[in-house]
């Protein structure tokens, strides 16, 4: 699958290191981790391949700092959804599905800071490409330590949502909300479903949760 490079003004500074980061999500998404390069990510980028070589040093530095972006984009739009949401007390087991599910959909979406005119990954493209470093974390303990920390943000943000649901062990119930949720994503990617899961993950979170 060919990539697309972007059109428009070239961004400079720090936006030129976003604008890369970007673009490794996009080769990621696109062609696989494999085809990650110095080179096709300057291509990816339309910058020239010293700007490349600037920031990162190595392809583990490129993928690295790709998911630490993915990451943090996810863990402020998530941050934010938490705070603008209505009804937090009404249904906060509704909120704990939203939560995990609406936020992957707006980080997708979200233009890059500093960025606007360069393109990223829809949603289904947003994913395969943090799911492709996450499991290529097996293999890079760098890539490893920013999938905790992504995990660790969601434990944090669900719990007291959990708890307020009438969970008995909420840290727990929110690790297997994800882990559910990260199966049923992952299914939908390799079968090509874009069935809403929210019912399903709704139904597990009333389980987990009924005395």
């Known amino acids: ?3 697309s490079t972007p059109s428009g003004a070239r961004p400079r ?14 080769v990621v998404a696109d ?37 630490e972006r993915a990451a943090e984009r996810d863990i402020e739009r998530l941050g934010a959804f938490l ?11 509704g909120l704990v599905v939203r939560a995990i599910l609406d936020p992957i959909e707006n980080s997708a979406n979200a233009p ?10 829809t949603s289904r493209g947003w994913l395969f490409a943090t799911y492709a470093l996450v499991l290529e974390a097996a293999r890079r303990p760098a890539l490893r330590d920013v999938t905790v920390r992504w995990t660790k943000a969601y434990l ?18 929110a690790e297997l909300l994800l882990a559910a949720a990260d199966g049923l994503l992952v299914e939908q990617l390799a ?8 019912p399903q993950l709704r139904r597990l979170a009333e389980a987990l949760v009924k005395p």
């Open 83 to 93: 705070r603008d949401a209505p009804g937090r007390t009404a249904d906060p087991l």
């Open 112 to 121: 890059p800071t500093g960025a606007a005119d360069h393109p990223i990954p």
């Open 31 to 67: 062609v696989g981790v494999d085809a990650v390069t110095h080179r096709r990510v300057a291509e990816v980028a339309g910058l020239p391949l010293a700007s490349t070589t600037y920031w990162f040093e190595s392809k583990e530095h490129l993928l690295t700092a790709a998911l």
């Open 156 to 173: 944090v943000a669900l719990a007291p949502l959990l708890a307020a649901a009438g969970s008995r062990d909420p840290r727990s119930d």
């Open 13 to 26: 500074g720090a936006a030129r290191r976003e604008a890369l980061l970007d673009a490794v999500l996009r």
């Open 1 to 3: 699958m060919a990539v």
């Open 191 to 198: 079968s090509d479903d874009d069935s809403d899961l929210a």
